[in-house]
Structure formats: structure tokens, C-alpha cells
């Protein structure tokens, strides 16, 4: 009698697997296909029965993961991801295409949910259902069944005994039933010796399948298949009274769940992404599930393709010779094929030249992988869900794995559209983009945004679906309750930033009554000075978006006078942290004046004026902490509202010897930090100030002022510090002189050289398009090529 006629004679079909093992998939199609049974039975929460048919649908690729969560807390959900390699994948689509019952017999996702709230617990239903992965000993300690096995067959790695014991040798076998006989062996003695490992929840979840598989005999008898993780069968096949069973499963909570079909990606499915029953390269195992035939050679062929898109240097012999050695390697080290390991040895050696770098990419996007799966509209999904899926077909902008950078243009509708899309799903704590750093020159009008899709943003819109049914009516909803919510100004001033941005008109006046109350009663002057900056934006986004602005532009202008009066008594006896801390409110505000002059604020005339004079308030008083007044000093210089010889006059005056060197040095630091090396380059009065009075510090203070001074300088770049030491070394202020020797330093002389000057002109003209001699519409010569003369 064969395996096939015992597993009848027996009952039900038990085939256990391996989650998202490709070798379990092809024994799976295998043995459905010989055995015909009349009715598949898979490890799954059964709520998703009513969703098997969607699988069935061309429109549905893998990976995908079944998605349940709480009606009353959507932020609760479990996944049961599926890969288009996972055997439970294999058995739905086998039963849908002979038109088999299909069921899911599992603990119902309504016990999973409820059960996690009462443990704290955030591992999913088939976290803790993988094939013992992740089952516990008594001790707490955790067993990995795949470790025991692979350690009893002498291997140190269960990856690499999985593929030698499965993978390669499953296609061989001609009874299908073969491996599965074999498994069931192992995990049976391993169950015998370790029992539940300490898992609390696989008793009772056997409870229930054992169940399901009885209700499912008396329908079809025992033409029946049971697809599981391999772990629970031996508790599968156990004879149990019911009444046992429907003990264990008597009281457990409940909640009430949603389930629906979501996009996976592959990354997720890597036990490095956090996912228990994750596997450490899907990429390999759905190409090894996918490829015809020679596995290697078209692996290694795509390897090779995506080194040269990354402009590295591999041909058609470099694939030869990694062949070859990959089948070396498996022939030394007694394998029956050439695995993963030594594929990625061959590609080390004889594509990457033994780098690691080019190595790591080949592992990132094959090994691991971005494929991103597709569900079909017909997928349940709550309403924010379906417009959100609207907005993005409108605007042309799929969901991807792969992190890709997005430039917008916020003059085009199509990509205002994508950046008020994006901004409000940030409002939503949907953080499927993140602003960058744009590398364009357009200002205000240019956005650059880093956007990559993760699954468990599918549970974020779930659970910003109790905002509103569209994504503009869920941002404005929180928007308003984040406001009324908000503990500091500066948060207040930040959400009406992201309310203008995202544009949402009905949002801002419930943030602009919150934000007003703030400001008025709020009388810290730090708090004043970090919401000015973030107002101030506000109003240039406004601007570009063509928002209405007025009110913000009103409360900006108070919060600016406010920020006026106090921030000099505010600076008085400071410790250093907090006067650091105040420098950086000083640049803010600085700068949001500067922009909040030009807007249609109140006595826009008033503004900058009553600034400068806040700022040589600071410079003059001795109570205000060394770094706040030379930042207000320099700030004076580089608006040409003080002369270079007023702010010489100041620094010496400071770096006098009545001076404490410490107070000397944090004056040092505001005045030339930030971008200040090329002030001391240019003028070199200064910098002999700073000279002689570092020379001049005693040996006690100067280990006390060494870290300041280094912090500042040492923020400088490598050419301006070089050109700093040589000024120096030669001795400041004597730029102007030339000795029988030259210049005292090259590219400074007491006249302009025309000849090195002319030199450069032709370069200029390449970088401005203007060609190398010139074009209609070219400056008449080239002193005015700039726009200036020489």
C-alpha cells in the first residue's frame, strides 16, 4: 500500500509544511494533484472563507497577507502574509482552479485579536502558527524545531539543511507523499520529546482545527487535506473527545474583526523585517519555486544583469565561471545542489572581485527583494481606503516597495495634487512619503519626497478611518482635534504649517483660534521663538498654494513684537546649554523676519528696524551670555547695519585680558560660528584679534577653552581651515605684502591679476550655457559677464 492509500485508510490527508518554503509548495501541488481530494482545509482564520475567491482573480499577485482588525480598534490587526511560494497559496489556488472547497480552519481572527489586548502581545496569528518556529520549551526558552533536526543531520546552519533535506532533493521523489511522511516523523518525535514547548496558544489553537477537521469529515469524509504548519501534526492526528476540545475553547475573548486582502512585499516576509515566521531570503525561494529549470545558472544571470545596471563591469564569462564555482563549492562541501550560500560565494569571488559593497546591493534587491503584491478593487476595504486608492490612480501615483525620490513642482496640478495627497496622509500618521532635501532651484514652488510603501501602512488607513470617509475630510478631522489636543505652542504652530501645506481651509480657522489663544497666554520667549519660524513658512506656503493668509499673517506679526520685548531680559543669566539653546532662537527669529517683513503683516515697515534694535540690545549687555552676543554682532555685520570697524572695536574689546577666556571664547563661537570661517579669511584684522588673544590666553584657562574653540572651528571646511592655518602661519595682516620671494600667499596679492581672472571666463560660460565664445543674448564683454566688472 502506498503512502497515498494509507493517509486514506487513516483519514484525513495531514500535509504539513513550512510557511513560504518553496519545496513545501511544489510537494503540496504535488500531492493535491494525486490524492484529488474534495476538500482543501488550511491553517488561517476563517473569517477570510469569504475572500478565498478573490485569489482566483489575475488581478490578485503575490505577496499578499490576509489583514484582520478590530472594528472598534483598527489600530489591533493581525497579518497572515502569503507568498506566490507559500504552500498555503499553492492550496487555495489548486482548490479554486478544480473546483474544490476551499476553508481556513485556525482560531478565528476575533479570539487572535482579543486574546493579544489581554497578553499586550503584537505577534500575529501566523507568527506564533509557523512550523514550530517560535514554539517555546517549559522554560521559557524558545525551540526552533528546523535547529534540532538540522543539528541531529550534523549541519550548524537550518537554512542550508532545509534546502539540502527539501528543496533539492523534494522534486525526486515519486511518491508525493514521501516528504510529507518523513516531516510528520520528525515533528512527531520532537512534539513527543518537547510537547507544546511552552506555547500557550497552540493547544488550544489545535483544539479548534481539530474541530474544523471533524466538521469537514462529516461533509466530504475523509477526502479531506489538511494543509498546516508541519509542527501541529502530530497534534492533528491525535485522537482528542470533542468534548476535550471544546473545553480548551470554552471563554475565550472575543472582539469584534474585520478581514480584508492587502498588498505584501518580500522584505516583510524576511525574518530581518521582524516577521516570526519569516525566512531569510524570499527573493532565492521565489526564484527557486519560479525557474523552469537550471535554477543557478538564471540566478546567477540575474545577478549579473543588475550588477551592470549599477555600471559594473560583468560579461557573459564572469557568469561562467561563477557557475562553475558555485558547483564546485556544493561538491566539496556535500551538497546536492548548489544553495544560496554558495551562489553568493561564487558572486563575491568572480563578480565583486571579493567585495562585500556590490555584494550587499545583490542581497538587498535579490536575495531580499522589493516585490510589492496587488489585490483587486473588489477587496473588502473601509472608505478612507477606496478613496484613498482613487486619489492615487488621479494623480498617478503607485505604491511601490521600492524607495524612490519624487520631485514636484507645485506650479503643475498634477503634482500640487500628489504633495497635498501626500501631506495629508502625514496628518494621518500615513507616512507613505518624507520630505527631502530638494535638489532643485525653484524655492517654494519645488518639493522633493522620499516615498516607499510598507504593509503595515494598510493598518494606519484603517485606523485613520474613524477621522472621516476621504482622505480630505480624516485630515481636517484630526487636524482639529490634534489643535484642540495640542500641549505647546510650537506644536500649535507646527500643525497649522501642515494644515496650509496639505491645504485644509476648513481645518484652519479651528487652528488659528487655538493658535491665537496660545500665543496670548503662552509668556515663555523660547516658546515665542520656536513657533515664529514655523508661522512664518506657513505664510510662504500659503503664498505658493494661493491660500488665504491674513489671520496667520496677523498672529505671526504679535508673536514677533512679543518676541521683541522679551527676548532681552530672557537672555540674562543663561548657563551654557540654554544660552546655546537661545543662540539658535536668535538665528530663527532672524531669519523669520526677515520674511515676515515682506508679508502683509501690520506696520510691515516697524519690523526689522525694532529687530536690529533688539539685537544690539544684546550686543551691549554684559548679563547677556557670551555666544548670544557675538551671534548679534555678526548678525549687525552681515546686514551692514555695523561697520567692519565697529565690530573689530567689539571683538577687541572682548578679547581683552580683563575678558574671563571662557566668556572670550563663546563670543568667538556666536561671532564666527555657523559658516563664519570666511569672514575671519577676508578680514584679517579680525582674525589677528583672535590670534593674539588665543596666544595670550593663560596655560590654566586654555585647557578650559580648547573644547569650545575646537567645536567651532572645527565646523569650518577643509579649505577654509587650510587657508585659516596659512594666514597664520605667515602672520595675519600681511596679506597686502609681497617680499623678493612673491606673494605671502598664493591668490592673495595688493592687485588683481587680469590674466588668472580672464582664465576662468571660458569655464563660466559653459556653466551658463552661453558656449565657449559666447552666444546671441551674451553679455557684451566680459566684465559685465556676472553682471559686475572684475
Known amino acids: 500500500m502506498n503512502h497515498s492509500a494509507r493517509a486514506s485508510a487513516a483519514g484525513p490527508l495531514l500535509l504539513g509544511v513550512r510557511h513560504h518554503g518553496p519545496g513545501s509548495a511544489r510537494a503540496v501541488r504535488a500531492a493535491l494533484e494525486a490524492a484529488r481530494p474534495r476538500a482543501v482545509l488550511i491553517e488561517g482564520p476563517p473569517e477570510a472563507d469569504a475572500l478565498i475567491p478573490l485569489a482566483a482573480d489575475d488581478r490578485m499577485r503575490p505577496p499578499v497577507a490576509l489583514l484582520a482588525h478590530a472594528v472598534d480598534e483598527p489600530g489591533r490587526s493581525a497579518f497572515w502574509p502569503l507568498a506566490g511560494f507559500s504552500p498555503e497559496w499553492v492550496a487555495i489556488r489548486w482548490a479554486l482552479a478544480h473546483g474544490v472547497p476551499a476553508r481556513f480552519i485556525d482560531l478565528p481572527a476575533a479570539h487572535t485579536l482579543a486574546w493579544e489586548r489581554e497578553e499586550g502581545s503584537e505577534e500575529g496569528s501566523k507568527e506564533g502558527g509557523e512550523e514550530g518556529r517560535g514554539a517555546g520549551q517549559a522554560d521559557g526558552v524558545r525551540l526552533d524545531p528546523l535547529a534540532v533536526l538540522a543539528e541531529a543531520g550534523g549541519y550548524d546552519d537550518p537554512e542550508r539543511w532545509w534546502e539540502d533535506a527539501v528543496e533539492h532533493r523534494g522534486a525526486g521523489d515519486r511518491d508525493p507523499l514521501a516528504p510529507f511522511a518523513a516531516l510528520e516523523e520528525a515533528m ?71 478581514m480584508t486582502w492587502v498588498p505584501w512585499t518580500h522584505r516583510r516576509l524576511a525574518r530581518a523585517g521582524g516577521y516570526g515566521a519569516g525566512i531569510d531570503s524570499p527573493g532565492w525561494y521565489g526564484h527557486l519555486f519560479t525557474a523552469p529549470d537550471r535554477p543557478v545558472e538564471r540566478w546567477l544571470t540575474r545577478v549579473a544583469g543588475l550588477l551592470r545596471e549599477e555600471d559594473r563591469i560583468v560579461s557573459p564569462a564572469h557568469v561562467i565561471e561563477a557557475v562553475r564555482l558555485a558547483e564546485t563549492l556544493a561538491a566539496m562541501r556535500g551538497r546536492p545542489l548548489a544553495g544560496l550560500s554558495e551562489t553568493t560565494d561564487a558572486v563575491r569571488a568572480v563578480m565583486c572581485e571579493g567585495s562585500d559593497v556590490p555584494l550587499a546591493l545583490v542581497h538587498d534587491r535579490l536575495v531580499v527583494g522589493d516585490v510589492l503584491g496587488e489585490v483587486p478593487e473588489e477587496a473588502p476595504a473601509v472608505p478612507l481606503q477606496r478613496d484613498l486608492a482613487r486619489q492615487q490612480r488621479r494623480l498617478r501615483l503607485r505604491p511601490e516597495a521600492l524607495e524612490r525620490e519624487l520631485e514636484l513642482d507645485l506650479r503643475k496640478e498634477t503634482d500640487a495634487g500628489r504633495s497635498r495627497l501626500l501631506h495629508r496622509l502625514r496628518l494621518l500618521g500615513v507616512d507613505w512619503g518624507e520630505p527631502a532635501a530638494s535638489r532643485g532651484g525653484t524655492g517654494t514652488f519645488r518639493e522633493t519626497w522620499r516615498l516607499r510603501w510598507e504593509p503595515e501602512l494598510s493598518v494606519r488607513v484603517a485606523e485613520a478611518g474613524v477621522w472621516g470617509t476621504t482622505v480630505v475630510a480624516a485630515a481636517t478631522a484630526r487636524a482639529e482635534a490634534d489643535a484642540l489636543a495640542a500641549r505647546s505652542l510650537a506644536d500649535v504652530t507646527a500643525l497649522a504649517e501642515h494644515c496650509l501645506l496639505a491645504e485644509l481651509p476648513d481645518a484652519l480657522p479651528v487652528v488659528m483660534r487655538v493658535l491665537a489663544d496660545r500665543a496670548a497666554l503662552d509668556a515663555d520667549v523660547g516658546h515665542l521663538a520656536q513657533a515664529l519660524p514655523a508661522l512664518v513658512r506657513s505664510l510662504r506656503y500659503g503664498d505658493v498654494r494661493g491660500t488665504g493668509t491674513q489671520a496667520l499673517a496677523e498672529v505671526a506679526g504679535g508673536l514677533a513684537e512679543r518676541v521683541f520685548v522679551g527676548l532681552p531680559p530672557a537672555c540674562a543669566a543663561l548657563d551654557a546649554d540654554a544660552a546655546e539653546e537661545m543662540r539658535g532662537h536668535v538665528d530663527a527669529v532672524h531669519g523669520a523676519v526677515g ?65 574671563p577666556p571662557a566668556d572670550a571664547a563663546a563670543w568667538i563661537e556666536g561671532f564666527v560660528g555657523g559658516g563664519g570661517g570666511m569672514l575671519l579669511v577676508h578680514d584679517e584684522r579680525l582674525l589677528g584679534l583672535v590670534d593674539a588673544w588665543l596666544t595670550g590666553v593663560p596655560a590654566e584657562a586654555f585647557t578650559d577653552v580648547l573644547p569650545l574653540l575646537r567645536r567651532t572651528f572645527s565646523a569650518y571646511e577643509a579649505g577654509v581651515r587650510r587657508t585659516l592655518g596659512e594666514l597664520v602661519r605667515r602672520g595675519p595682516g600681511t596679506a597686502g605684502r609681497t617680499t623678493a620671494a612673491g606673494p605671502g600667499l598664493p591668490g592673495f596679492a595688493a592687485e588683481l591679476d587680469p590674466d588668472r581672472a580672464d582664465a576662468v571666463l571660458p569655464v563660466v560660460r559653459l556653466l551658463l550655457g552661453l558656449g565657449g565664445n559666447g552666444t546671441a543674448g551674451a553679455p557684451a564683454d566680459d566684465n559685465d559677464l556676472m553682471g559686475v566688472g572684475r
Open 188 to 258: 512527531g518525535a520532537l512534539r513527543e520529546r518537547y510537547g507544546v514547548g511552552g506555547h500557550a496558544r497552540d493547544p488550544v489553537r489545535e483544539a479548534y482545527m481539530r474541530l474544523q477537521v471533524r466538521a469537514a469529515r462529516r461533509e466530504f469524509g475523509d477526502e479531506v487535506a489538511v494543509v498546516c504548519g508541519a509542527w501541529h501534526v502530530p497534534a492533528l492526528r491525535e485522537r482528542s473527545a470533542v468534548t476535550a476540545d471544546r473545553a480548551l475553547l470554552k471563554g475565550l475573548p472575543k472582539v469584534r474583526a474585520d
Open 595 to 659: 520674511l515676515l517683513a515682506e508679508a502683509a503683516v501690520p506696520r510691515p515697515g516697524d519690523l526689522r528696524p525694532r529687530w536690529r534694535a533688539v539685537l544690539r540690545t544684546l550686543s551691549a549687555r554684559d548679563a547677556v551670555p557670551g555666544v548670544v552676543r557675538g551671534r548679534a554682532v555678526r548678525i549687525l555685520l552681515d546686514d551692514g547695519e555695523l561697520g567692519q570697524d565697529a565690530a573689530a572695536r567689539l571683538m577687541g574689546l572682548v578679547l581683552s585680558p580683563g575678558t
